[in-house]
């Protein structure tokens, strides 16, 4: 069983940084791509980027510049850092692995909660 535990989440202030790790209950090293997701309160869930096992990266366009993903395979875990930080980007956010062999292979954590407010 595939466990992904969020931690980080929380409420800063506009213009302020969080930094959201994802912990795995399995090796992570043969992971085709782990990521984060991302919903608003009544919207859908959207990507904020995704980092292979190659260290190849994207990121949704309103995360690029201010947004930072990385994995540590040792620790088993992907890190989202976010910087300059706005109201719009308050959300549940979600950790993904995805094991590259179809929606058997697509595991979610439970989510942590981002709230951006002053």
């Known amino acids: 069983q595939v466990q992904l535990v969020e931690s980080g989440g929380g409420l800063v202030q506009p213009g302020g940084a969080l930094n959201l790790s994802c912990s795995s209950s399995i090796r992570t090293d043969d992971v085709y791509l782990m990521g984060w997701y991302r919903q608003p309160a009544g919207q859908e869930r959207a990507l904020v980027g995704r980092i292979s096992i190659g260290r190849i990266i994207n990121y949704a366009d309103f995360a690029k510049g201010r947004f930072t993903i990385s994995r540590d395979d040792a620790k088993r875990t992907v890190t989202l850092q976010m910087n300059n930080l706005t109201p719009d980007d308050t959300a549940l956010y979600y950790c993904?692995?995805?094991?590259?062999?179809?929606?058997?292979?697509?595991?979610w954590g439970q989510g942590t909660h981002v709230t951006v407010s002053s």
């Open positions: 993904d692995m995805d094991l590259g062999v179809g929606e058997r292979g697509r595991y």
